[in-house]
């Protein structure tokens, strides 16, 4: 039945995750384990959002700030909303049900961030656990599954971003292996958190420019 | 060539009522166009490549420019006029540049005239004079920006164009992605992150400067201002911080994997309490009294901490 490929339903990712699900689209979720896989981790995210201010840690002040701006970059919210970040966390989850694509995209990647820090970051302050790097693969899947989805620009600057996207992976992969062999290292999670966010960033500009360039 | 007015244009763009605004393209009849194509000769075409238009928008104190230009060099300079005079060189015909002005704002953006061009053609070349106190927020992906003499805060993103600003104060934040960024003789605040971009900031005067660049050097050469903040960080590359004797500064520097070179004569840190790790090489101390902090660091690069010549 269904003939939709998964950048046709990417662009519909807007809609389905405001509840809009159309045969089409209904289909191709179930044929496809990519996008389906990736649905799911979206609304476990939106499901797990709200509760963030209640059951998860306080992540770092600088996560809120970098989420804020993306999506003031994005147009979803005005500098000058009056919004208290800290305050009105639980109701900025309800956002990612609004909010249209790249935005969404965006905010998803730099959610996953989010998360890792939220879940990961303070934890290690008290207890130096082996690292997990579930983070890693949520964003190895995102760029899987987003970049492929717009990876037809061969402009100069695409080539760059996605050369950029190759340097980033290869710190992420030295930093994994950094904080493997020595889980006590606090400088080496922190290169690594950092370089989470910088692939975040990085795939978020890379969505969006395919996005303009279709 | 000549510069045809806005009103040419006006069918396929409302401006609205309230803005002055002008849309800068190198413009032609048909019957100019036909007649183009069948004059021989490249010598009128390459003349009509290196066509320019100009536009002076008339502003008050701390005027904000925006300028969004995927491909092109730009060149802003401040001047004593009251006035931002735009010279816009689009690359081709299938490039329009529109210059409006909202209130004491003017907003520049490069665009193609039709969805078909390439994304390398899509290029303008800009020279811009501003006030000098006027705020500038520049988008440009490729090519190169430079800015000269401007005092009001700036934001600047790129992609590969490197950017070069001398003589600049406010708060200053840069971000590219594999740009290089050379700061002289800024003063205020600075933050610019890059993931393969090279830093040079020389002869800054500077008193809170954030840096962090994933593959690439950082060279800084300035004054450490009392209660100054200066954070210099990166994966790989070299970190080099050049001081003079009579710099007072509290130093941490740290590889995980790499070296710390340092010729500077230290003291226990007065300031803070720093706990060496076992698994990277770190170095602390206070340099004189300590009245500036100074934080390096590098995953495997090298930090260099030299007397400045």
């Known amino acids: 039945m269904s003939t939709m490929e998964c950048n046709e339903f990417m662009e519909q990712l807007g809609p389905w995750m405001e509840g809009e699900r159309h045969g089409s689209a209904r289909a191709h979720v179930q044929s496809c384990p990519e996008c389906r896989s990736f649905v799911t981790d979206l609304e476990a995210i939106q499901a797990a959002a709200p509760t963030l201010s209640i059951a998860d840690p306080e992540p770092p002040a600088r996560v809120w700030a970098v989420l804020r701006n993306q999506l003031v970059d994005e147009g979803v919210i005005r500098e000058q909303s009056g919004i208290d970040w800290q305050r009105d966390r639980p109701r900025f989850a309800g956002l990612f049900t609004r909010v249209p694509r790249p935005a969404l995209a965006g905010a998803y990647l730099t959610l996953l961030v989010l998360l890792g820090f939220g879940l990961t970051a303070p934890v290690m302050q008290q207890t130096q656990p082996a690292p997990t790097f579930a983070l890693a693969a949520e964003l190895d899947h995102a760029e899987q599954t987003t970049v492929s989805s717009f990876d037809s620009s061969k402009s100069p600057v695409s080539a760059d971003l996605h050369e950029n996207l190759e340097i980033v992976d290869h710190y992420i992969a030295l930093c994994e292996k950094s904080v493997r062999e020595e889980p006590g290292n606090d400088v080496a999670r922190e290169y690594l958190y950092q370089a989470y966010q910088q692939k975040a960033d990085l795939l978020s500009m890379i969505t969006e420019r395919g996005d303009s360039n279709q | ?309």
């Open chain 2, 1 to 309: 060539m000549k510069i045809e007015p806005m009103r040419a244009f006006s069918s396929r763009r409302k401006e609205s009522s309230h803005s002055a605004g002008l849309r800068i393209c190198r413009t032609r009849s048909k019957g100019r166009k036909a007649a183009a194509l069948v004059i021989p000769g490249l010598l009128l075409c390459s003349a009509a490549l290196a066509d320019h238009v100009e536009k002076h928008f008339k502003v008050d104190a701390h005027p904000v420019i925006t300028l969004h230009n995927p491909n092109g060099t730009v060149t802003v300079k401040a001047w004593s006029k009251s006035e931002v005079m735009v010279v816009a060189t689009p690359a081709s015909d299938q490039v329009e540049v529109d210059a409006a002005q909202t209130g004491n704002r003017v907003d520049i953006m490069t665009h193609p005239v039709s969805g078909s061009i390439s994304p390398d053609g899509l290029k303008a070349d800009f020279d811009i004079r501003v006030p000098e106190d006027a705020e500038l927020q520049i988008h440009d992906d490729s090519g190169a920006v430079n800015v000269n003499s401007v005092m009001g805060d700036m934001n600047v993103e790129t992609v590969g164009a490197g950017v070069d600003l001398a003589d600049a104060a406010g708060y200053l934040t840069v971000k590219t992605i594999d740009g290089s960024f050379q700061c002289e003789r800024c003063a205020g605040r600075i933050e610019v992150s890059s993931i393969s971009g090279n830093f040079r900031l020389t002869d800054l005067r500077s008193y809170q400067v954030r840096a962090q660049t994933s593959k690439g050097n950082i060279l800084f050469s300035g004054e450490f201002l009392p209660n100054g903040m200066y954070e210099l960080k990166n994966y790989t590359g070299v970190i080099e911080v050049r001081f003079s004797p009579g710099d007072s500064f509290d130093l941490s520097a740290t590889s995980l994997k790499g070296k710390v070179n340092n010729e500077a004569k230290l003291s226990p840190p007065t300031h803070q309490q720093h706990f060496y790790s076992k698994f990277n090489n770190s170095l602390f101390g206070s340099f004189n009294s300590g009245r500036a902090k100074v934080e390096l660091s590098s995953f495997d690069g090298t930090i260099n901490i030299l007397k400045r010549n």
